[in-house]
T-cell receptor, first 120, second 114 residues
Framework: AQKVTQAQTEISVVEKEDVTLDCVYETRDTTYYLFWYKQPPSGELVFLIRRNSFDEQNEISGRYSWNFQKSTSSFNFTITASQVVDSAVYFCALSEPYFADGGATNKLIFGTGTLLAVQP | DTGVSQNPRHKITKRGQNVTFRCDPISEHNRLYWYRQTLGQGPEFLTYFQNEAQLEKSRLLSDRFSAERPKGSFSTLEIQRTEQGDSAMYLC????????????FGDGTRLSIL
């Protein structure tokens, strides 16, 4: 069964601290995709990153970095030098190709999210 | 670049009433998804369209729920005989047709059942 676990419900840090959000996933497929989304208080889910199961290279984008380890089924997200504007709920999600009538559905399976509060 | 648009933003209704939500996806996106999000949870998949064809429905989508995408552009989600448990944020997302392109979400419609 497909499942995404974000064990950290809430994290509070002080501005400029580094913070890592954990994500562990379960899947039986060898082909899958992992995503991170940010949901600020305004409510809209904002896409941050997509990673496919064949690419284990870590990625850095500005203050954001992602560590993908298939051996531990983890896809962790680190924010360096956090800022108040980073305060939001962060969701990790898994997508597996599901072929219905010849097309892949690619529905997202989300974790329960981690609420990050960055204090000034 | 116009994003995914959902209307209304908020809907308050009495139990037993019917409600309809609308989603306008990003114009070149042929895939459209509906999700439901309750407080403290991640979004849960409801249904998926590729163009005008509804290709998958979750078991969460009871027979009181129906979704359409008549011309492969905007979509509507209708809930008949609403119940307290239907209170949630209903999110729409769209994406391009290539495998696993990221889904872009709208602001959602928050439904409150009195």
């Amino acid at each position: 069964a497909q499942k995404v676990t974000q064990a950290q419900t809430e994290i509070s840090v002080v501005e400029k601290e580094d913070v890592t959000l954990d994500c562990v996933y379960e899947t039986r497929d060898t082909t899958y995709y992992l995503f991170w989304y940010k949901q600020p208080p305004s409510g809209e889910l904002v896409f941050l990153i997509r990673r496919n199961s064949f690419d284990e290279q870590n990625e850095i984008s500005g203050r954001y970095s992602w560590n993908f380890q298939k051996s531990t089924s983890s896809f962790n997200f680190t924010i360096t030098a956090s800022q108040v504007v980073d305060s939001a709920v962060y969701f990790c999600a898994l997508s597996e190709p599901y072929f219905a009538d010849g097309g892949a559905t690619n529905k997202l399976i989300f974790g329960t999210g981690t609420l990050l509060a960055v204090q000034p | 670049d116009t994003g995914v648009s959902q209307n209304p933003r908020h809907k308050i209704t009495k139990r037993g009433q019917n409600v309809t939500f609308r989603c306008d996806p990003i114009s070149e996106h042929n895939r459209l998804y509906w999700y439901r999000q309750t407080l403290g949870q991640g979004p849960e998949f409801l249904t998926y369209f590729q163009n005008e064809a509804q290709l998958e429905k979750s078991r969460l989508l009871s027979d009181r729920f129906s979704a359409e995408r008549p011309k492969g552009s905007f979509s509507t989600l209708e809930i008949q005989r609403t119940e307290q448990g239907d209170s949630a944020m209903y999110l729409c997302a769209s994406s391009l047709g290539d495998s696993n392109q990221p889904q872009h979400f709208g602001d959602g419609t928050r439904l409150s059942i009195l």
